[in-house]
């Protein structure tokens, strides 16, 4: 079969022939492997046609979303650096966790092909994926190798041997053929034969109670190791029949994107997984962790591990009282901060889900990281990601009040040593995060008596500058608004976790010495892009955002600046034409491709800043509190 390809170092493949059975004559490209003309097994990714278009991959912020079949490419192809960078930090990882008695699951192929594949293979049977988060064809709408095609198992054998031949086996492999994708049919022949192709070769409302059995059907029970992706949530066990016989992995995802809010559902891990296992004819093995972003909330995942080592559920007091004392040591454990953390458990912690009655889809998002918007419903909602708050914002400042006397006490207790102490400690660290949450409440308080205040002036006329009307009120409110992105900005920035410098500077070290600024700039756009627009045009836009230092500064106050400005403007009788929409996708296009650089280390005065804040800001925030339940 003759191939029109181009290598990216310019060696022409067009006339060569190759075949998948190991003849010498190999080249194909698929799910980021590369099979080289001599024998030697690559990893490569971004094969380019003879007219110079990438044709099939994704830059590293997104080549999961490449890998799981929803994105085709977005920029790209990666540099030859970065994929050895990979496979070498691979190998690594395989060889310590194998050390360490640990089980890895590789990779194994689900079904999504380059679109070339389709004239290349022209007697075999392909369909096409639908598009995915708005994203157009030439991003998404992947070519899905049918499974009654014998190319399927072809490739999918040919994939798994290449791939042991590099990283070895431990005889797991992990395989998504339709994530957030519906298949082509819904067919119970056609899934049991998807199950079965899928064996062969290693969207929720879809998933009807009869097609799961289809699907499964096609694999030996002791064959397959399902992931029961979000069981603090929405768990499927109980509804698949324990997944027909199959074993499962109880597992806590609480994060989608990695927002940084406080949240989760501390009884519910705590007692949940205790409760899968013993029912009757439960198949659950084990427990995981599938978050799509960790570094937040470090109390939920922590637990969740601990059911390893223990028995049955623990008293979530007690065990809470041990989790604080080992986190922050013997002289940080002081009743108030017990006491504070009792207040957690009863509010961001108690987040339940919708069985339970008390919805739960991922961590809460600040409204200063949504899009900016003067309607109300479009900021502060409920459902996934949401900003609104399921618990009292009044009793977190309790929490806060109480961590802050705890640290002041810690200063004179401890003195002169406490400094050394409390900076970098894991204290400080949630300290800093609680004193985030409730200045991000405090922001959202504010933005509601805007909008209510425009909602009840709708269709009156301009007020005068300086009077104490609406104008006038609006003109104060932007400007304590704007004020707590500063603070919170300057706050954040005494802690390298909280702030966009290493995030960035992180991405542009992948970069290879020779490659030069092109390379660079290149690892800066995926770390930009991921954190904000995600995608060309914002498809998913602040899906991946983050509450951190020089993100608020740089990033998010412009954006509601522009907007603040906008109403006051409005309603000072400027009356401004137009909207402001096209002004902020206009900065945030911008934004993607700029290179300024931001600090990596903190500025080791984080208490300090902390009791700055709670000087200047507890009282507002239980004055506004009870406006945010």
Known sequence: MDVGWKARDGRRMEGERWTLDGRRERDVRMEGERWTLDGRREMDVGWEARDGRAVHGAWPAFLAWHRMGNLKKFGGPLPRSYLEHSLSLTKRILRRARELGMTPVLPGFSGHVP???????????????????????????????????ALYVRLGARFVEIQREIFGTDHFYAVDQFNENDPPSGSDDYLAQCGRAQFQALKQRFWAPDRVKAYLGGVPDDRMLVLDLISEATPAYTSTEFYHGKPFIWNVLHNFGGQIGLRGNLKTVMERPWAAKGLPGSTMAGIGLTMEAINQNPVMYELALDHIWSSGPRDMTDWLRTWVAARYGSSMATEEVHAAWQVLLRTCYDVLDKAQGNGFWGVTKSVIEKRPSLIQEQVVMSGFQETKLKYDACELITAWSSLIAAARDAETRLQPLAALALAGSAFLLDLLDVSRQVLSNLAMALFLEMTQRIASSAGQSGDKPGMNTTGGMLRSLRLEFLNICDDLDTMLGTEPHFMLGPWVEGAKRLADANMGAQERALYEFNARNLVTRWGPNGQISDYSSRLWSGLISDYYKPRWQLVLDFMVDHYTGSRLKGTYEQAVGAFESAWQRQTKEFPTEGSSDGLAKVLHVHGKYAARARETCAHIR
Not at 117 to 139: A, C, I, M
């Open 115 to 149: 679109d070339e594949f389709v004239t290349l293979f022209k007697n075999e049977t392909f369909s096409r994926l639908p598009h995915w988060s708005g994203f157009p064809r030439e991003f998404t709408a992947l070519s899905f190798v049918e499974p009654s095609s």
